[in-house]
């Protein structure tokens, strides 16, 4: 697939997921229509933009059996109308267990074909207060990273808590842009949230993108928001704080590659 070499415009998705299905897909289409009118040509949305409840256990009802279901639909028509790649934040996909979803990331390309699944592999776990989290309890965790090949260069994917690992980007090889579709919690986004996207930027000189719920839902939840667009050299290129909205920047190739020859950090590693 051929890497493209002139500047290209990229969009996070910020919102504040409801407990309706329906509503959160009619506010996604509207905000992808507005990423594809203002020239975006990749698009990620956040993690659970199709749903947060107030209870851990509500994504079992609507989860969705791998390639069927009315959110999955959505994605592809909805990559196929606005003609962009569409990296699907993440929704419930059924597994063999009846108590538990795999945490999915679905990518399509512009023609609405589903080219990646993505499953998530570190699963939350969060203790402060009155907030806690134990996401083990209806997640399966995935096991396997993926990267994908795009017009945009090598895509790794991840999901919200696994950006704290990172020998999971380094699992991928070389990268031109990290995905990270997240619900950050309040208390973990304001302490470590743009910290851990720029460190992750600049270790591997690649390009991130970081769509985020970030408002106060119908379920009560807080989420952080403060979705972000990170360049090569771990500079903020867009932010938005909170509310539903879109996140655009622009990508010159060419940054990444003078940043990569000024400092070769990725050829300089040593592994033992």
């Known amino acids: ?6 500047p290209f ?42 749903f ?6 509500d994504k079992l009802a609507i989860r969705e059996k791998d390639g069927d279901g009315p959110i999955q ?31 999915s990331c679905l990518v399509f390309d ?3 074909q589903r080219v990646a699944r993505y ?26 990273p993926q990267a994908i090949e795009s017009p945009f260069g090598r895509i790794g994917l991840s999901v919200c808590y696994d950006v704290r690992f990172p020998e999971l980007y380094r699992a991928l090889g070389e990268l031109d842009l990290i995905s990270v579709p997240s619900a950050f919690t309040v208390p973990t986004g304001q302490a470590h949230w743009e910290t851990l996207l720029r460190a992750r930027a600049i270790e591997n000189l690649a390009w991130v993108i970081a769509p985020a719920q ?17 360049d090569p050299w771990g500079k903020v290129r867009a932010c938005l704080p909170e509310g539903p909205g879109v996140v655009i920047a622009e990508i010159d190739p060419s940054y990444q590659t003078k940043m990569r ?12």
């Open 73 to 103: 639909s959505f994605l592809s028509r909805t990559a196929a109308r606005f003609h962009v790649w569409l990296i699907g934040g993440s929704l419930p996909i059924a597994t063999t267990a009846a108590n538990k979803v795999r945490n």
């Open 214 to 230: 970030g408002g106060r839902h119908e379920s009560g939840r807080v989420t952080h928001g403060h979705s972000m667009i990170v």
């Open 52 to 57: 947060i409840g107030p209870d851990e256990r």
């Open 119 to 144: 499953d998530k592999i570190h699963l939350f776990g969060f203790e402060m207060g009155e907030e806690k989290y134990r996401e083990s309890n209806t997640i399966e965790r995935g096991t396997a």
């Open 261 to 272: 020859a000024a400092l070769p950090a990725l050829e300089n590693r040593v592994v033992d």
């Open 110 to 112: 512009a023609a609405g």
């Open 9 to 50: 415009r990229i969009a996070a998705i910020q919102t504040v997921a409801s407990t309706s299905v329906d509503r959160n897909l009619a506010v996604a289409e509207e905000l992808i229509g507005d990423a594809a009118d203002q020239g975006a040509r990749l698009v990620a949305l956040p993690e659970w933009f199709c």
């Open 1 to 6: 697939m051929d890497k493209l070499t002139q």
